[in-house]
């Protein structure tokens, strides 16, 4: 793995988004979902926010500027499906003020993978 990359999603770590900090302390690190999930865990030349490798399974935050990089993200999904691994993505409103609907989503499709 890339050091450079390595380093940058240890920073990456240290510094979340306040979305990003609720839906860890809110949903994925209390293991609620009864699944290990990884912060900002390198995967390839790409550092997606969340990762549970059991599942196969990556949840993206989007922030504001994620409306300008449309590409750029299509290109990073792309690249993890190609990995067999499913991507979901939530804005940083929804997790701001529905979080409760976000852990329904992130459950939701926990059944549906282990199924």
């Known amino acids: 793995m890339n050091k450079t990359i390595q380093i940058h999603a240890r920073k990456n770590r240290l ?3 306040s979305p990003e900090k609720k839906i860890w302390q809110q949903i994925l690190s209390r293991k609620q979902t ?10 390839g030349h790409y550092i997606p926010d969340f ?23 299509l290109k990073r999904t792309a690249y ?8 979901i993505r939530f804005n940083n409103r929804d997790v701001l003020y529905n979080i409760e ?6 459950l939701q499709e926990i059944t549906k993978i282990i199924e």
């Open 80 to 87: 993890f499906e190609s990995r067999k691994l499913k991507v």
């Open 34 to 43: 009864g699944y290990k999930f990884l912060r900002q865990h390198p995967i």
């Open 51 to 73: 990762y549970c490798r059991v599942l196969k399974l990556i949840i993206e935050i989007d922030g504001d500027s994620h409306c300008f990089q449309e590409e750029y993200d």
């Open 15 to 17: 510094n979340l988004t």
């Open 101 to 106: 609907g976000v852990e329904d989503v992130i």
